[in-house]
């Protein structure tokens, strides 16, 4: 059965700053059932997420969109990017 996990993971992916012990635990609970539509660059994206979508089972990331955090004006909504990714 077709499974998506989307959260805030807190993690970088690949690991950057994050301590060893929290990233390797991430790694042992997604692996080897769930794959990252998420991991690595985003085009456009300012730095790499720490917010992430797993998926399980036939589904596939088809595409993948950085949505900005900032409005019009320039001012700053949120502390996150935003995610567009269509699964097929």
């Not at 609970?29 to 769930?34: H, K, R």
């Not at 949120?78 to 995610?83: A, I, K, P, R, T």
């Amino acid at each position: 059965m077709p499974t998506v996990l989307f959260g805030d993971f807190n993690q970088r992916i690949p690991r950057t700053r994050q301590p060893e012990h929290v990233f390797s635990a991430l790694a042992t609970v997604l692996s080897p059932e769930f794959r990252l539509a998420t991991a690595g660059t985003i085009a456009n994206a300012p730095d790499l997420s720490i917010d992430h979508l797993a998926i399980r089972g036939t589904l596939e990331p088809v595409q993948t969109d950085f949505l900005s955090h900032h409005d019009s004006n320039g001012t700053q909504m949120s502390d996150h990017f935003g995610l567009h990714i269509l699964l097929q």
